[in-house]
């Protein structure tokens, strides 16, 4: 499918940087350093981390596509620095270095169960996993989060607002919150994990410590909601149109990620249809969701791959990380013997992170699910075109005789 809203990043995790180029974005959206640097910021957070965020303070540096504090319609680049690059600079030099020996370039022929450093060497026809590991690092996810901040900051000017929190942690689950607060995210980000439930924060960082004391590590899932959306995003016409389908296969794409669920999601499976499906009531004073509204919302915002207009609803389960530091067995690639897998430095836990992640993902489908829809060169004229819809389908709502 046509990409409205495209990006790439570029940058391996001891190398220079991180870069990310952002396409499609309209004129005139409203964008500052501090937008950016906000949300790496957030993503650098969260109980658990290693030592890596210690080291690095990832600001971004726009380099285009912006002009004034507007974005100009132009390709957007953002540029974060790896400070850490310091210490690598004989290791992932670009340059061949003659006379170094496997331990200063820092190679790796262990193995580690759960990363791409095995399927990587086989596939690239490399013997050093370094080759593989330096990119497969969650670190890339640092380009995301500075492409989904524009992504952000796009739907802002469209009245959309994305949140994040975290609902489980290993074995230790969060209650759902009596009450949902009005703005999730000004409650996560106060909280080491982006957890809702004081009581099971506690638990969850007892067993994050646990994990780290046996040199193991945890995963867990979040939720990511988006607020605001106009019904209409996506399309029920043809299979890589609905939205469901764009916003799990971003989720998805995370480092790490085993799995995503849509509102009830795997839940649904077990009940009967009338105890699942959403009922629909008349609503004219709900322009976005059309002047229609839900008893509930078991669909998390999406119906027919399309969006409802109701709260969007994306949970995703996150594996322990594969790096430990009581090793799994491997085996050595130069001798074929058995052997434990590298000890590299990482997190114990990186699922408060790998949220963040997660709004940028969700920002950056939705933000090209609102070109693909309203169109626009300018902010302006994709506003216009949205409140053109919504006023064409309040027209078509009839009142009750
Ligand atoms: C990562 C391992 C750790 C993490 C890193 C992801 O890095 P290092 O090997 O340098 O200790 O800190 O995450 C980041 C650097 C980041 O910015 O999120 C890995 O192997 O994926």
Redesign the pocket.
Known sequence: MLQYIRFSTAGE??GKGMLVIVEGVPAGVPLQPIDVARDLAR??LGYG?????A??K?AGEILSGVRLGETLGSPIAVWIR?R?HANWEVAMSVEPRQGEDDESLRRVFLPRPG?ADLVGMLKYDRPDARDI?ER????E??ARVAAGAVARRFLGELGVSISSHVTRIGPEEAARPVEWPADVNAVADDSELRCLDPAAEERMKRAIDEAREAGDTLGGVFEVTAAGLPVGLGSHVSWDRRLDGRIAGALMSI??MKGVEIGLGFESARRRGSEVHDEIINDPTSTRTGGFSRTRNHAGGLEGGTTTGELLVARVAMKP???LTRPLASVDVRTGTAAEAVR????VC?VP?AAVVGEAMVALVLADAAIEKFGGDSIAETRLNLEAFLARSASRIRQPE
């Not at 590299?344 to 997190?347: P, V």
């Open positions: 995790s001891h993503r650098q981390r290693g030592g890596r965020m080291i690095e990832d790896n850490d990363h590991l497969a690092s969650a670190r996810t640092s480092q790490a990380l594969s790096s590299e430095r990482s997190d990186a992170a």
